[in-house]
């Protein structure tokens, strides 16, 4: 029972590097998106999809890219790293999302703990 | 101002004890509404939906006020393992998208 797994966990990486989170989930889901976490920020909405082939901005996509080509993976990309990308990611799918309803459950990866030093 | 806001708390309540949050809102667009738990270091996980009518699961109850445009969760009876963050959650149909509230952190002790 596999459900949404993110990897990897921790990620030290060096400012101006680039990086792909990886993101797969086995539940059939068409939504999926990524997350941001930062104290006292909450969870920021970096892209999402509705569907393969389909992306969309968030609230917080700059310097971050995405790309959808199956219903399972969903890889966010850092182009070049900067400190104020140090964050905990989080990628997370919905079955009932996308369609402008929402059932609400939003299942979420573990997380990946990004440092950019 | 941000358009779910919470109260981060922490909230620090004795095991039996009754707590509420409240939730705050700002888009009246906003179309469905959620309280997902969060705990240390881990992934956010869905606690319950919150309809118009107000529901009820167990221990939890959550109630919505449009016209006032906040939310609210109450817990009874708290024990140790709801100790937790609680994360306030609104969905706009026309972004397609879930808005989460900073969080409020709820610690129960002996």
């Known amino acids: 029972n596999a459900g949404v797994t993110q990897t990897p966990k921790f990620q030290v990486l060096k400012t101006g590097q680039s990086m792909t989170l990886q993101c797969a989930q086995d539940?059939?889901?068409?939504?999926m998106s990524w997350y941001r976490q930062d104290p006292g920020m909450g969870l920021r909405l970096i892209h999402y999809?509705?569907?393969?082939?389909?992306?969309d901005q968030g609230e917080v996509p700059n310097g971050y890219n995405v790309s959808r080509s199956t219903t399972e993976d969903f890889p966010l990309r850092l182009l070049s790293a900067a400190p104020s990308q140090t964050s905990v990611y989080f990628c997370?799918?919905?079955?009932?999302?996308?369609?402008?309803?929402?059932?609400?459950?939003?299942?979420f990866g573990e997380g990946s703990r990004l440092t950019v030093l | 101002r941000k358009e779910v806001e919470q109260d981060p708390g922490p909230f620090n309540v004795p095991e039996g004890a009754t707590v509420a949050f409240n939730c705050t809102y700002s888009?009246?667009?906003?179309?469905?509404f959620f309280w997902y738990r969060q705990d240390c270091r881990k992934e956010p996980k869905l606690l319950m939906s919150?309809?118009?009518s107000g529901n009820e699961d167990g221990r939890f109850t959550a109630q919505l006020n449009r016209a006032s445009q906040y939310i609210s969760l109450l817990i009874r009876d708290s024990k140790l393992s709801d100790s937790a963050t609680y994360l306030c959650?609104?969905?706009?149909?026309?972004?397609?998208?879930?808005?989460f509230g900073t969080g409020t952190q709820l610690k129960v002790e002996l």
């Open positions: 997370a799918s919905s079955y009932g999302l996308g369609g402008g309803a929402a059932t609400g459950e939003l299942f």
């Open positions: 919150v309809y118009s």
């Open positions: 959650v609104g969905f706009t149909g026309g972004g397609n998208k879930l808005t």
């Open positions: 539940m059939n889901h068409e939504y």
């Open positions: 888009n009246s667009a906003s179309q469905s």
């Open positions: 999809s509705v569907g393969a082939g389909i992306t």
